[in-house]
């Protein structure tokens, strides 16, 4: 990582000390990446140990905010403090982590944490007390050091509408599409084996973590009453877990006797999850808390058949997708009718893949800033 100096003039400042991990950091990542190709420098505030590319315009500093109150701190006083040690002068500061900072610049918000905005309903345990506190709490630090001259970016329509209800003026609030990149030759890729498996067995692929609201319990009611219909191929549920990631859903497999229908995959690069999709007979997405649902995106590009939850994300990402059935995200006999039906087909459901090329992306971003 590169050293800041002293006396700083002209930087983007960008606050990213939180995405370390998951889609937060595929964010960042992709704001790297497109930061490069433009004519600003930028000071990206970024977590310890995480590997980011080295550009000529861009300086990262690493902050420690692995816990919350150091969090608080760092987006309260410790950003403004470090500008004002460092004699830094930048005109905007760049938040890609939902929240707002304390600082004197105009400010331009990044927001893709859905909780504090959902509607959607779930039940107060042990399991999900830490989403409750980012439901109610959240939104307080999001809004906190906001003013009327504070941009925001969202990545759907909901997510604005949604923000919009809490205050901020819809002219303020923009939305821009992530990348959505596969990789080439992707179009022509079906194996033998994938023919082997579909005339056999269908695969159903979920490209998820264990998260709550992911909501894999569903799926795996659905294929217990499958289970009990007479079917002439078998189900088969790839999830992108390891076994121990999800216990619940562990024990649940053991319960309900799907030992031979779940298929742990683990782990896995993107490139393995691109030739799952496209091996898959279909994927499935009972998620009900996304703010977009990438995995949503890549299988609508690539014509697969989509069973997914009824929810305004979805519904936004997949607008005018053909290959997409929309369903009540707690009810398992709809979702165990419509897989149902993706067992009696004859052959390998194909659409017309989803198109993204009228969405605002990075490069519209950037011109934006």
């Given at each position: ?6 006396n700083?003039?002209?930087f ?29 420098k ?9 590997s ?6 861009i ?5 420690d ?15 403004k403090?470090?500008i004002?040690?460092h004699?830094?002068?930048s005109?905007?500061?760049i938040?890609?982590?939902n929240?707002?900072?304390?600082i ?6 990044y927001?893709h ?5 959902t509607?959607v309903k779930y039940?107060f345990?042990?399991?999900?007390i830490?989403?409750f ?9 999001i809004?906190?050091f ?12 909901w ?8 205050g ?6 923009s ?10 030759g992707h ?7 994938t023919?082997?498996?579909t005339s ?10 264990s998260?709550f609201y992911?909501n ?18 078998k189900?088969?549920f790839a ?5 121990g ?14 030992s031979?229908?779940?298929?742990y995959?683990?782990?896995m690069?993107?490139?393995?999850v ?8 279909a994927v499935?997405?009972p998620s009900y808390?996304?703010?977009?649902g990438l995995?949503l995106?890549?299988?609508?590009v ?11 994300y979805s519904?936004?990402v997949l607008?005018g ?21 993706v067992?009696?087909q004859?052959t390998v ?21």
């Amino acid at each position: 990582m590169d050293r800041l100096q002293h006396n700083e003039v002209g930087f983007i400042l960008v606050n990213a000390t939180a995405l370390s991990s998951g889609g937060a950091l595929t964010i960042l990542r992709q704001f790297v990446t497109h930061a490069a190709f433009t004519n600003k420098k930028y000071i990206i505030f970024s977590p310890i140990g995480v590997s980011l590319e080295v550009h000529a315009n861009i300086t990262y500093v690493e902050v420690d905010t692995k816990s919350w109150l150091r969090r608080i701190w760092w987006d309260s006083f410790g950003l403004k403090r470090y500008i004002k040690q460092h004699n830094i002068e930048s005109e905007l500061c760049i938040s890609l982590q939902n929240t707002s900072v304390n600082i004197g610049c105009q400010q331009l918000i990044y927001l893709h944490q859905p909780l504090p905005f959902t509607t959607v309903k779930y039940v107060f345990n042990k399991q999900t007390i830490k989403y409750f506190l980012y439901k109610w709490f959240y939104k307080f630090f999001i809004l906190l050091f906001v003013t009327k001259s504070t941009r925001f970016v969202v990545q759907t329509q909901w997510m604005k509408a949604a923000l919009a209800q809490s205050g901020v003026a819809e002219g303020n609030i923009s939305v821009f599409t992530p990348d959505i990149k596969l990789p080439d030759g992707h179009h022509n890729k079906r194996s033998e084996q994938t023919q082997l498996l579909t005339s056999e067995q269908v695969t159903f692929f979920y490209p998820a973590s264990s998260l709550f609201y992911k909501n894999h319990l569903l799926i795996l009611d659905a294929l217990a009453l499958l289970n009990t219909r007479q079917v002439n191929k078998k189900s088969q549920f790839a999830v992108t877990l390891a076994i121990g990631d999800h216990p619940v859903f562990d024990e649940k497999v053991q319960q309900l006797g799907l030992s031979d229908n779940v298929v742990y995959l683990g782990v896995m690069s993107y490139e393995q999850v691109i030739e799952y999709y496209i091996s898959a007979d279909a994927v499935l997405f009972p998620s009900y808390i996304e703010t977009f649902g990438l995995p949503l995106a890549e299988a609508g590009v690539l014509g697969k058949k989509i069973i997914c939850a009824d929810l305004p994300y979805s519904r936004d990402v997949l607008t005018g997708y053909q290959g997409a059935s929309f369903l009540d995200y707690q009810d398992a006999t709809k979702w165990a009718d419509e897989m149902e039906s993706v067992l009696g087909q004859q052959t390998v459901l194909q659409f017309s893949p989803l198109s993204f090329a009228q969405c605002a992306t990075w490069k519209d971003f950037f011109d934006f800033i």
